[in-house]
């Protein structure tokens, strides 16, 4: 399985960006990035994922490296429900089920 | 229905007891997932289907586990004879086709094994 490397744990102060790096240098070229949160005592949901371009919606950014070795989400004005653990995931463009790893912690501080 | 949707979503049961979780995925998402999530620990994939069929049993951790789903929409995970191990919140994902179109979560069943 293609593999994501995440920092443990990141702090933001509230309404500040924030950056969430994800290092994935054994990435195919047909693996989308993927990024889910989970709120505390909750299912994960979807944030946003991209293939080469980088993307916008609602939620968040994605900005994926020209190599596409590395991608960060970016959450424009950290709120306090911003507060969970994101997951970055590779995710090939068949069926093969999504491999959730240990996602990084975001406090964010008021 | 609007959202993926989990019962029962508390499950306390006595150690060697059956027990059965029940998944109703979002009308017209042919695949669904189940994953379990221990106490602090990450999501652990267990099965997938498409339509009727589970072509990825790989993460059942044992044979006390089993799933199905019928007609394509609301499916079963039986773990039979419970161990204590088994304690988690047990998560069901559904997503229209493949994980590209983006999976949406049920709230879980937490399953309790005193």
């Known amino acids: 399985d293609a593999k994501t490397t995440q920092p443990n744990s990141m702090e933001s102060n509230e309404e500040e960006p924030v950056h969430l790096p994800c290092n994935h240098s054994t990435i195919s070229g047909t693996d989308y990035i993927h990024w889910y949160r989970q709120l505390p005592s909750q299912g994960p949901e979807y944030v946003i994922h991209g293939l080469t371009s980088n993307v916008n919606n609602r939620m968040a950014s994605l900005a994926i490296a020209e190599d596409r070795k590395s991608s960060t989400l970016i959450l424009h004005r950290a709120t306090l429900r911003d507060a969970a653990v994101y997951y970055c995931?590779?995710?090939?463009?068949?069926?093969?089920?999504?491999?959730f790893g240990k996602g990084t912690r975001l406090s964010v501080i008021a | 229905g609007a959202g993926v949707s989990q019962s029962p979503s508390n499950k306390v049961t006595e150690k060697g007891k059956d027990v059965e979780l029940r998944c109703d995925p979002i009308?017209?998402?042919?695949?669904l997932y189940w994953y379990r999530q221990s106490l602090g620990q990450g999501l652990e994939f267990l099965i997938y289907?498409?339509?009727?069929?589970?072509?990825?049993k790989s993460g059942l951790p044992s044979d006390r586990f089993s799933a199905e789903r019928t007609g394509g929409s609301v499916s079963t995970l039986t773990i039979q004879r419970t161990q204590q191990e088994d304690s988690a919140v047990y998560l069901c994902?559904?997503?229209?086709?493949?994980?590209?179109?983006?999976?949406?979560f049920g709230s879980g069943t937490r399953l309790t094994v005193v």
């Open positions: 289907f498409q339509g009727n069929s589970a072509p990825d």
């Open positions: 995931i590779l995710g090939n463009s068949g069926n093969t089920p999504l491999v």
């Open positions: 994902a559904s997503s229209f086709r493949t994980p590209n179109y983006g999976y949406t």
């Open positions: 009308s017209g998402h042919t695949a």
